[in-house]
T-cell receptor, first 114, second 111 residues
Framework: DVKVTQSSRYLVKRTGEKVFLECVQDMDHENMFWYRQDPGLGLRLIYFSYDVKMKEKGDIPEGYSVSREKKERFSLILESASTNQTSMYLC?????????????FGPGTRLTVT | GENVEQHPSTLSVQEGDSAVIKCTYSDSASNYFPWYKQELGKRPQLIIDIRSNVGEKKDQRIAVTLNKTAKHFSLHITETQPEDSAVYFCAPNQAGTALIFGKGTTLSVSS
């Protein structure tokens, strides 16, 4: 059974703080993704990674960076948190096997920036 | 990039009725068409998917139909039940690319 975990379910940070969101998967998946989810806007892709030390920008990368030092771990970094980054953040992972495969999501981190 | 639209954005049905959600996309290279379901407070989960060499796929009460020429695919739920109440997302994409999700359709099934 695939397991994707995220470091926190709820997080409250102050404007200007550096924020780290951690995601770990235990199924040796090559692909990992970070999305943010806001009411009425669906799931928007922030960054993704196809391999260790590799990253690609998604649709809304501004204000975010990522790190993938190990295959199982994908971190999302908010360099200087702002109130418009208050959101639900979802991590996901998937296999690479002759095309797209099911993405497995973590439980999400609800981040509030005050 | 892919432009994805879902219709309707909200849908209310009576238990036992059918529900249909449509997803239109712009990239003719898309060849994988999944639907995800997200119940309140839970993570999205894949419920059904179809590839471009297939026109229709069924799994018990849910089905997906694909019209590649018109660039749309639809989720069909028959005999709806209260537990079908959720937000449904489509995510058409091509092999090797990240899923880009539609904005979602909120389905409410009342008993």
């Amino acid at each position: 059974d695939v397991k994707v975990t995220q470091s926190s379910r709820y997080l409250v940070k102050r404007t200007g703080e550096k924020v780290f969101l951690e995601c770990v998967q235990d199924m040796d998946h090559e692909n990992m993704f970070w999305y943010r989810q806001d009411p009425g806007l669906g799931l928007r892709l922030i960054y993704f990674s196809y391999d260790v030390k590799m990253k690609e920008k998604g649709d809304i990368p501004e204000g975010y960076s990522v790190s993938r030092e190990k295959k199982e771990r994908f971190s999302l970094i908010l360099e200087s948190a702002s109130t418009n980054q208050t959101s639900m953040y979802l991590c996901a992972s998937s296999l690479v096997n002759r095309g797209p495969r099911e993405q497995y999501f973590g439980p999400g981190t609800r981040l509030t920036v005050t | 990039g892919e432009n994805v639209e879902q219709h309707p954005s909200t849908l209310s049905v009576q238990e036992g009725d059918s529900a249909v959600i449509k997803c239109t996309y712009s990239d003719s290279a898309s060849n994988y068409f999944p639907w995800y379901k997200q119940e309140l407070g839970k993570r999205p989960q894949l419920i059904i998917d179809i590839r471009s060499n297939v026109g229709e796929k069924k799994d018990q009460r849910i089905a997906v139909t694909l019209n590649k020429t018109a660039k749309h695919f639809s989720l069909h739920i028959t005999e709806t039940q209260p537990e079908d109440s959720a937000v449904y997302f489509c995510a058409p994409n091509q092999a090797g690319t990240a899923l880009i999700f539609g904005k979602g359709t909120t389905l409410s099934v009342s008993s």
